[in-house]
């Protein structure tokens, strides 16, 4: 199984064992999106809590050029983290959610 395939599978593992402790409530459904073709994964809560609208992005990944770029996480968790743990090579994630300038100074690629 080559790379991209293979970071593929765990991002969408990961958004699923996430997805499955969601405590959203009966009018917000909890949505995964993993668009295989572009490479775009997301965890999206869609619905209404009283007269609110919910349209949140949870996590968002995306793979580019044999990376796993982290563009959004609202939650407390750390997939970055936990993708290393399951064989990510720390130069292959990015965190997008992070400033250009700042990247390098994490433990992950700058691009």
């Given amino acids: 199984m080559d790379k991209v395939t293979q970071y593929r599978k765990y991002v969408q593992t ?3 064992q996430y997805a499955e ?26 619905g209404w809590e009283q007269l609110n609208r919910v349209y ?7 793979i580019k050029d044999g990376k796993i770029w982290l563009q959004q996480n609202l939650t407390d968790q ?11 090579l720390r130069e292959d994630i ?9 990247r390098p100074y994490t433990e992950y690629s700058a691009a």
């Avoid at 969601?22 to 809560?45: A, C, K």
């Avoid at 990015?94 to 700042?102: A, R, S």
């Fill in 14 to 16: 990961l958004l699923t």
């Fill in 21 to 46: 402790d969601d405590i959203s409530r009966d009018e917000v459904e909890v949505q995964l999106i993993f668009d295989t073709e572009r490479d775009h994964y997301q965890w999206m809560n869609v």
């Fill in 56 to 62: 949140r992005c949870v996590i968002h990944f995306d």
């Fill in 78 to 88: 750390n997939p970055a983290e936990e993708l290393v743990e399951m064989g990510v």
């Fill in 94 to 102: 990015v965190l997008g959610l992070q400033p250009p300038f700042k």
